[in-house]
């Protein structure tokens, strides 16, 4: 058995089903699989990996594997851990470290010990992998050939690290390829949010005032999927031209100020912490239900709410329900961590087959150019390009083929 800490090896055989009904859906993952079969060329490089410990991310750690790499996999959130599926991948081989419902002290414990396998690669989401290395563990870092960021919270981290001088080793973009955010952000966070919210709460959407906080492609693809189950949308921005495009996209626009005493569901997917505050927070409906789609827990002032609160108590899963002192009750969910993750399973199976062949495409691209620079890289256009061409030979789609003559007007100036 390999090195790992996880809750339940017992629940092994779910975890294997779920990760067999994720891959049978996960064609670019499984062509890729196919064309690198043979060739393993991860044989004896480590990669660690700090990544939400579903049945799609499974399905991920278990190519890699069989490409030859040792792979070590710490959760990057406590709750979007699913100990069955854990618990399936060490019987695959792989080095857990992970339970649901872990303190923060385990969590940094588990990304300490996937980094204690000294890895070559990383894969992280959200930054806390590599942010680690650098704070405590630097004589790792001159082992490392680079890694790749999956979500655009971590980039922001990246990025001020590169600012600031400090970052160590190449880490590639993921979030900011094409064939990721314009899917997964979008469309991925656009269902999976509906997913936790009324898998945790049984609500009727239709006619609720729905209020979305951030609208970068996150908060588009959940505006969207709430107007399309007959919500209306009011949206909160900071940033003009986001709020002139949810304007146009028929979406009205206010400050928090505004919508609080207004929604009936309110949803961050800023990035940014403490969207929802004490003042907003006084002012809102007896009932109104929070959830924060953004990677930290920080959207939300909780402690504000348990400030304001005279009581608590655990309404349904995932719902905490704190009274005020007037009597008004507000309902969190999934205690302000990322709803669609901590209370459903994450992004449809699709979709993190696109985002997980982008993570396995960029890990091979850092094997095979152990000389990149130590800054945040995009990901290379054809690699992006790649995983759609991919994703639409699996559908059986043609694309239309340009003739030479379009290639040489679209590369010429004179009419
Ligand atoms: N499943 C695994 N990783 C995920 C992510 N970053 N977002 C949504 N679902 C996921």
Redesign the pocket.
Known sequence: MPKCRIARPDLAPDGHRKIAWAWAAMPVLRLIHEKYGTSLPFRGITISAC??L?A??ACLLKVLKDLGANVAAAGSNPLSTQDDVCAALVEEGISVFSRRGMSSSEYIENLRAVMEFGPRILID?GADLVALVHEEMPEIASGILGGSE??TTGIKRLKAMEKEGVLRFPMLAVNDAYSKFLF?NRY?TGQ?VMDGLLRTTNSLLAGKLFVVAGYGWCGRGIATRAAGLGARVTVVEADPHRALEALMDGRDVRSMDEAAPLGDIFVTATGNLRVIRKEHLEKMKNGAILANAGHFNVEIDIPAIESLSVRRKVSRANIETFELADGRKLHLLAEGRLV??AAAD??PIEI?DL?FALQLLSSLYILEHPDLPARVLRVPEDLDRSVSELKIESLGIRLETLTDEQRAYLASWKE
Do not use: A, P, R
């Open positions: 990544l939400h579903e799609k991310t989401d999956e979500t997964d991925g999976s669609n993750l994450g992004h993190m985002s």
